[in-house]
């Protein structure tokens, strides 16, 4: 199969999104969870929005505005829970 | 040629499952939207708090000297007791508001038109159960607030009539000790709520199944095309289905859940009873001054009436008509419902325990009430150009026909003190079977009577 432009920039799109997720899933590993339980909590709900990002690209493969600004909007929101988990770890 | 990874894995999922012999039948591609989801993900909750709360199981004693002890002990000493705990408390606060959202697209969208109609009534004793499952599990961690609350509501059946209430109480809360009421509770959160619900669902998805998802009020496209289950679907419902989880799981980790004091007397004594959100707007209306005391049973009443006229919705709007821009009394009713719940529910907030004087309101209630009608009937005429006729005309009929209007008040006034009486007596032990038969003859008398007068002075307006 010739990979066209827009294929590769998914493959991509989900390469990020799947490395962000594994990073993630890494850190769970190796964080205390019992006494750090609200960073979790904020850290599964990010991991949450990047499974549902993935899902995105693979149910609307099309590079359009429109699903290129979900997309968008998905990885932001996914930042924002990143920031929360972050600062509620901080003391 | 070699194929898609991707697929060839989706494939042998596809197989290995059976899931191309789903018995789920494809569903139009108009459904694709979230708020074609919010029972679904109402659904999704439930299962969260399944989880939650048999996780919770495991420590929680439903006693009274251990009920709050053990739920401090998960929230402080058990790993990841405080996330589950609140993640519980959030996920029941999602639930009820997804299940009002799904109300009122329902509502709007005109789902209970045939023959969906008996979809719409089962919908609502499943919302019926939605909170109750808020009101049993909020008096389990036995703090002052959840048990003052809890009263309340308990307090509120011994209002009803003498052949339903006393019944209700002592199922519901048995003979009156706080052990027996924190038991009865637990039970019907953990047992037989569920079954309901599951019960209920099952139901209803059966239903689903045979009738298939209702089409837009505004039509459906020429292009709409069915889509399979598998794997656009469940793709759909996992994306939708994880962002809903990922909000819940971050607003829990930014706000946990701290209890509040324990129950005792003297506790009590000291605290203003407060319902819980969801259930502010009903009792704010209690609080109203003219419905204090024996007035509860008209406050109550009005409220059991509502709730009847909205479960019956789909037997008294027979029309065809489902486009919410071309139903403008039914759109309307539904604005100033949401709005006058929204009012309430602030309102309650910000009054705790106040009794609220009648004139204050009439005037807020009735102001809210007559300024999003008058806005939305404006909407209507203005925007959508749609021609609302307003019956004023038959304010002018009583004026004009005076010896008819006279007629008229005459079994007016008999009804009124006959229903007055018959309530009178249906609430009060003992009950006279004989007087309240008598009322209720009556009573139906004066309805045909003022039905027959009226019909007379509407076949007058159309002769003139």
């Given at each position: 199969?010739?990979?066209?432009?827009?294929?590769?920039?998914?493959?991509?799109?989900?390469?990020?999104?799947?490395?962000?997720?594994s990073?993630?899933?890494?850190?769970?590993?190796?964080?205390?969870?019992?006494?750090?339980?609200?960073?979790?909590?904020?850290?599964?709900?990010?991991?949450?929005?990047?499974?549902?990002?993935?899902?995105?690209?693979?149910?609307?493969?099309?590079?359009?505005?429109?699903?290129?600004n979900?997309?968008?909007?998905?990885?932001?929101v996914?930042?924002?829970f990143?920031?929360?988990?972050?600062l509620?770890?901080?003391? | 040629?070699?194929?898609?990874?991707?697929?060839?894995?989706?494939e042998?999922?596809?197989?290995?499952?059976?899931?191309?012999?789903?018995?789920?039948?494809?569903?139009?591609?108009?459904?694709?939207n979230?708020?074609?989801?919010?029972?679904?993900?109402?659904?999704i909750?439930?299962?969260i708090?399944?989880?939650?709360?048999?996780?919770?199981?495991?420590?929680?004693?439903?006693t009274?000297?251990?009920?709050?002890?053990s739920?401090l002990?998960?929230?402080n000493?058990?790993?990841?007791?405080n996330?589950?705990?609140?993640?519980?408390?959030?996920?029941?606060?999602?639930?009820?508001?997804?299940t009002?959202?799904?109300?009122?697209?329902?509502?709007?969208?005109?789902?209970?038109?045939?023959?969906?109609?008996?979809?719409?009534?089962?919908?609502?004793?499943?919302g019926?159960?939605?909170?109750a499952?808020?009101?049993?599990?909020y008096?389990?961690?036995?703090?002052?607030?959840?048990?003052?609350?809890?009263?309340?509501?308990?307090?509120?059946?011994?209002f009803l009539?003498?052949?339903?209430?006393?019944?209700?109480?002592?199922?519901i809360?048995?003979?009156?000790?706080?052990?027996?009421?924190l038991?009865?509770?637990?039970?019907?959160?953990?047992?037989?709520?569920?079954?309901?619900?599951?019960s209920?669902?099952?139901?209803?998805?059966?239903m689903?199944?045979?009738h298939?998802?209702s089409?837009?009020?505004?039509?459906?496209?020429?292009?709409?095309?069915?889509?399979?289950?598998?794997?656009?679907?469940?793709?759909?419902?996992a994306m939708?289905?994880?962002l809903?989880?990922?909000?819940?799981?971050?607003?829990s980790?930014?706000?946990p859940?701290?209890?509040?004091?324990?129950?005792?007397?003297?506790?009590?004594?000291?605290?203003?009873?407060?319902?819980?959100?969801?259930f502010?707007?009903?009792?704010q209306?209690?609080?109203?001054?003219?419905?204090?005391?024996?007035?509860?049973?008209?406050?109550?009443?009005?409220?059991?009436l509502v709730?009847?006229?909205?479960?019956?919705l789909?037997?008294?709007?027979?029309?065809?008509q489902?486009?919410?821009?071309l139903?403008?009394?039914?759109?309307?009713l539904?604005f100033?419902?949401?709005?006058?719940?929204?009012?309430?529910?602030i309102?309650?907030?910000?009054?705790?325990?106040?009794?609220?004087p009648?004139?204050?309101?009439?005037i807020?209630?009735?102001?809210v009430?007559?300024?999003?009608?008058?806005?939305?009937?404006?909407?209507f005429?203005?925007?959508?150009?749609?021609?609302?006729?307003?019956?004023?005309?038959?304010?002018?009929?009583?004026?004009?026909?005076?010896?008819?209007?006279?007629?008229?008040?005459?079994?007016?006034?008999?009804?009124?003190?006959?229903?007055?009486?018959?309530?009178?007596?249906l609430?009060?032990?003992?009950?006279?079977i004989?007087i309240?038969?008598?009322?209720?003859?009556?009573?139906?008398i004066?309805?045909?009577?003022?039905?027959?007068?009226?019909?007379?002075?509407?076949?007058?307006?159309?002769?003139?």
């Amino acid at each position: 199969m010739t990979a066209t432009f827009e294929t590769s920039i998914r493959y991509a799109v989900i390469a990020l999104l799947a490395t962000a997720a594994s990073t993630i899933l890494a850190y769970l590993w190796t964080m205390d969870i019992v006494s750090l339980q609200r960073t979790f909590g904020a850290l599964l709900g990010s991991e949450l929005v990047i499974f549902s990002m993935i899902v995105f690209v693979y149910y609307k493969p099309a590079l359009t505005i429109s699903n290129t600004n979900w997309l968008c909007l998905g990885c932001v929101v996914a930042a924002i829970f990143l920031l929360i988990a972050v600062l509620i770890s901080s003391p | 040629m070699s194929q898609n990874p991707g697929r060839k894995f989706v494939e042998w999922f596809k197989n290995r499952f059976g899931l191309t012999t789903t018995v789920l039948r494809p569903v139009p591609d108009y459904t694709l939207n979230p708020l074609y989801w919010l029972g679904a993900l109402a659904v999704i909750t439930f299962g969260i708090q399944g989880v939650t709360g048999l996780l919770m199981l495991i420590y929680y004693v439903p006693t009274i000297d251990q009920a709050y002890s053990s739920t401090l002990f998960i929230i402080n000493d058990v790993p990841l007791g405080n996330l589950i705990e609140t993640v519980h408390l959030y996920g029941a606060y999602a639930m009820i508001l997804l299940t009002f959202l799904h109300l009122f697209r329902g509502y709007f969208s005109s789902v209970q038109k045939k023959p969906r109609e008996m979809m719409w009534v089962i919908g609502m004793a499943m919302g019926l159960i939605v909170l109750a499952f808020g009101l049993t599990g909020y008096l389990l961690p036995w703090t002052v607030v959840s048990k003052s609350a809890t009263d309340v509501s308990i307090g509120m059946l011994s209002f009803l009539p003498v052949q339903i209430g006393p019944i209700l109480t002592f199922l519901i809360a048995g003979s009156g000790s706080g052990a027996e009421e924190l038991t009865r509770f637990f039970d019907l959160h953990i047992i037989v709520l569920p079954a309901g619900l599951l019960s209920l669902l099952a139901l209803k998805m059966y239903m689903f199944e045979a009738h298939g998802a209702s089409e837009p009020p505004l039509g459906v496209k020429k292009e709409s095309k069915l889509i399979p289950w598998f794997p656009t679907i469940y793709l759909y419902f996992a994306m939708i289905g994880a962002l809903f989880a990922a909000i819940l799981f971050v607003v829990s980790a930014m706000f946990p859940v701290h209890l509040p004091a324990q129950y005792s007397a003297q506790a009590a004594a000291n605290y203003v009873a407060q319902p819980e959100w969801y259930f502010l707007w009903m009792y704010q209306i209690l609080k109203i001054q003219s419905f204090e005391g024996s007035g509860i049973y008209y406050a109550l009443g009005a409220v059991t009436l509502v709730a009847i006229l909205f479960t019956l919705l789909p037997f008294l709007d027979r029309g065809s008509q489902r486009n919410p821009k071309l139903r403008p009394l039914y759109s309307t009713l539904g604005f100033i419902m949401i709005a006058e719940v929204l009012t309430l529910t602030i309102w309650g907030y910000l009054t705790p325990g106040q009794v609220i004087p009648d004139g204050l309101a009439v005037i807020v209630n009735g102001g809210v009430a007559v300024a999003v009608g008058a806005i939305s009937l404006l909407v209507f005429t203005r925007k959508f150009k749609v021609r609302v006729k307003l019956p004023l005309r038959i304010l002018a009929l009583p004026l004009k026909n005076k010896s008819i209007t006279v007629l008229f008040m005459i079994p007016l006034i008999l009804g009124s003190v006959c229903f007055a009486n018959l309530m009178s007596s249906l609430t009060t032990a003992p009950v006279n079977i004989g007087i309240a038969a008598i009322d209720f003859i009556l009573l139906f008398i004066s309805f045909v009577a003022m039905a027959r007068v009226m019909r007379s002075l509407t076949v007058a307006a159309q002769k003139k």
